[in-house]
């Protein structure tokens, strides 16, 4: 122990610690502040790096999420719009087929009572023809049956047979 | 890497224009001369005194001629006056057998048994003391002047502050360019981080380590690096010296007590979670373990340096010793072995000061959370 306070030396002991107190503040302004500063900036931007893309990775999620949804939503809308579309055109189609199907039937019933009425037209015609054909024979046959007396007499006798008859 | 090698040179360039000095004749005995005995003092001695300050810086020595190659340092006396000379003043020469050196009327002379200056007359006589103790009994002692000397190990403290000081702020310039280390900054950053986050965090706290890092990374390089010094073959000692360490130890001690909050001096002078007579009797016991703790820093860190140092002199000394090539092989392996050692020594001695300087201002920074424990 007495040559320890005996090797100590004041002068080294006064030198080293006025050089430590300057190394301390020089190394404080020009070293540590701006060294620790710089490390701890850095950790904290790479901190918010990192919530950063945290945060974008989950906004990127909803994002997907909300394009799927609406993909979805456009899909079901797409589908309902097909099937509503199919409908109105089998819709627009029945209805034309029964339109057509009425309107030809109208043009049938119109043709039939048309040929109907064309037909009791001639049909009429002809029977007045047809009487007036038989007068005109049957004029020309009482004429000609006339001219002779027995033949009137025995035309008269057979019509008078069937006005009796009836 | 480049810029480190810069201010290396740097560094080198600082020291000034090596000069050649013919030191005191008396080591020309000659070597074939000594028996085993006085060969093995004079390693002893030899390995003793490179652990110890100069006053000036030896690179190196050629015995048989009694020639010493390195360069002076500037003494510094204060001596009822300011007494200002080159370390070259001491040396003996023609004329001035003794080494005396002369400033302003006064006489020093370095002591060759611990290399400290005293005052003596111009005969090389030191200068005796003699006053009366408390017990009326005569004490003689020798007079020494206050020596503020730039010794051999202020100088290479110095040296390694410049060095800290221009390695850190290109560090620190490192990042002006973008927030990724380069250069140096990629070897140091993770060193400064370890003691921000293995050091400083866990045993201050997240909260209050902020203020101590500039201590504890100052505290840690200088010891390292100096540590390194000595490992050089300049022979330097700086943290085997007991006055540095000292000096190292009361910074902490101060630093703790002045920045201490009201849990640390509780701690001390009414111990919680105790009965009262041992609360009373805890507050010597705290008081010494306050003084205890950085007096283990300062002897840890001195002993261990210094054990260092002997040890490797011892066996450098040892491979000189011996005549068998065999041997001096061998020793020499085991040299290179220690020396190897001694590098990680000279890391974990750092570490081991900067965390308990770390541990104790855990202490007395801490606010409650140390409460609960109990």
């Not at chain 1, 710089?38 to 990775?57: C, G, P």
């Not at chain 1, 199919?86 to 049938?108: L, P, Q, R």
């Not at chain 2, 015995?63 to 370390?87: K, N």
């Not at chain 2, 010793?321 to 061998?330: E, W």
């Amino acid at each position: 122990m007495d040559k320890l306070l005996e090797q100590f030396s004041f002068g080294l002991f006064f030198w080293q610690a006025l050089l430590f107190i300057g190394l301390l503040l020089l190394l404080r302004k020009f070293a540590w502040k701006p060294i620790l500063g710089a490390v701890n900036e850095r950790e904290e931007k790479i901190s918010e790096s990192l919530d950063l893309a945290e945060k974008t990775k989950q906004e990127m999620q909803a994002l997907q999420t909300q394009n799927e949804n609406l993909l979805k939503e456009a899909r079901a809308e797409r589908d309902s719009m097909i099937k509503d579309a199919k409908e109105i055109a089998s819709k627009m189609v029945e209805d034309a087929k029964g339109k057509a199907k009425e309107e030809a039937e109208k043009v049938m019933v119109s043709a039939h009572e048309s040929i109907n009425s064309e037909k009791a037209a001639a049909i009429s015609e002809l029977k007045t023809q047809v009487a007036a054909f038989s007068i005109e024979i049957a004029e020309r046959l009482v004429r000609s049956e006339l001219s002779a007396a027995d033949k009137q007499k025995a035309l008269a006798d057979k019509l008078a047979e069937d006005i009796n008859l009836n | 890497m480049n810029k480190l090698w810069k201010i290396l040179l740097v560094a080198v360039a600082l020291i000034p224009a090596v000069s050649f000095a013919k030191h005191s004749t008396e080591g020309e005995a000659h070597k074939a001369e000594l028996t085993k005995e006085e060969h093995r003092k004079l390693n002893t001695e030899y390995v003793k005194h490179h652990t110890l300050d100069s006053h000036d810086f030896g690179l190196f020595t050629n015995e048989e001629t009694g020639t010493h190659i390195g360069f002076p340092l500037p003494v510094i006396l204060w001596d009822d006056g300011l007494h200002v000379f080159m370390s070259s003043a001491f040396h003996a020469e023609e004329g001035n057998e003794h080494g005396v050196a002369e400033s302003k009327g006064n006489y020093y002379l370095i002591g060759h048994h611990d290399g400290k200056i005293y005052s003596c007359d111009e005969h090389g006589t030191i200068l005796e003391d003699v006053s009366e103790d408390a017990d009326g009994k005569e004490v003689v002692s020798e007079i020494k002047p206050l020596d503020l000397s730039i010794t051999k190990n202020v100088f290479s403290t110095l040296l390694i502050c410049l060095l800290m000081f221009f390695l850190f702020r290109s560090v620190a310039k490192s990042y002006k360019t973008g927030l990724a280390p380069t250069g140096v900054a990629k070897f140091f950053e993770p060193i400064i981080l370890f003691i921000r986050d293995d050091i400083a965090i866990p045993n201050i706290g997240e909260k209050a380590h902020k203020k101590y890092m500039v201590y504890l990374l100052t505290v840690f390089f200088f010891i390292w690096f100096l540590n390194l010094a000595g490992m050089t073959p300049l022979g330097i000692n700086v943290t085997g010296n007991i006055a540095v360490t000292a000096g190292l130890a009361i910074f902490t001690f101060l630093i703790t007590n002045f920045s201490a909050k009201k849990d640390y001096w509780m701690h001390i002078f009414w111990m919680p979670g105790v009965p009262v007579p041992m609360k009373i009797m805890l507050i010597p016991i705290e008081l010494v373990g306050m003084i205890v703790k950085p007096f283990a820093l300062m002897i840890r860190l001195y002993a261990n340096m210094l054990a260092g140092h002997i040890v490797l002199g011892s066996l450098i000394a040892v491979v000189v010793y011996f005549d068998s090539y065999l041997a001096k092989g061998a020793f020499v392996g085991l040299t290179f072995f220690m020396n190897i050692i001694e590098l990680l020594v000279a890391a974990l001695q750092a570490y081991i000061f900067t965390m308990l300087t770390a541990l104790y201002f855990g202490s007395a920074a801490a606010e409650h959370a140390h409460e609960e424990a109990h």
